[in-house]
């Protein structure tokens, strides 16, 4: 008696793979597209689709080893990437001479330094205290 229960709930768990309905498109002279599990009307033209069953755990497994083996790819890359950009900066660096002072306002009166702040000085737009007028 278990033997047919058990294979009755296989047969019952693999049925609806096994009586899958066929899906239909349709466009109609609109351009609308519709799914349907019945057919279409004679004077339309449909496309049968073919649903293929989920993949089985073998299937995704397989996929997520690949998804790890990319994601891993892409970080080593991403770090030599890095180490390449370092190390073409720091070359730039140790390439760049110098400035002279020749060198300083060039392109004048456009890179000219800014005169600095004098220390001390009170800001132009301060409030100035006015001497007390004696009352009459």
Aim: net charge positive; no cysteine.
């Amino acid at each position: 008696m278990i033997p047919l229960i058990k294979f009755l709930a296989l047969l019952l768990a693999f049925m609806p793979a096994l009586h899958a309905e066929p899906i239909y498109k349709v466009i109609d002279e609109n351009g609308n597209v519709s799914y349907s599990s019945t057919p279409p009307q004679k004077n339309q033209d449909a496309t049968e689709i073919d649903i293929s069953a989920p993949p089985t755990e073998s299937q995704r497994q397989a996929a997520q080893q690949r998804h790890e083996k990319n994601v891993k790819a892409a970080d080593e890359l991403g770090e030599d990437r890095k180490k390449q950009t370092a190390q073409k900066n720091n070359s730039q660096r140790e390439k760049q001479p110098e400035s002279s002072s020749d060198d300083q306002y060039y392109g004048y009166p456009y890179n000219r330094p800014r005169p600095r702040a004098i220390k001390n000085r009170p800001a132009k737009n301060t409030p100035t205290q006015r001497p007390v007028s004696p009352r009459r």
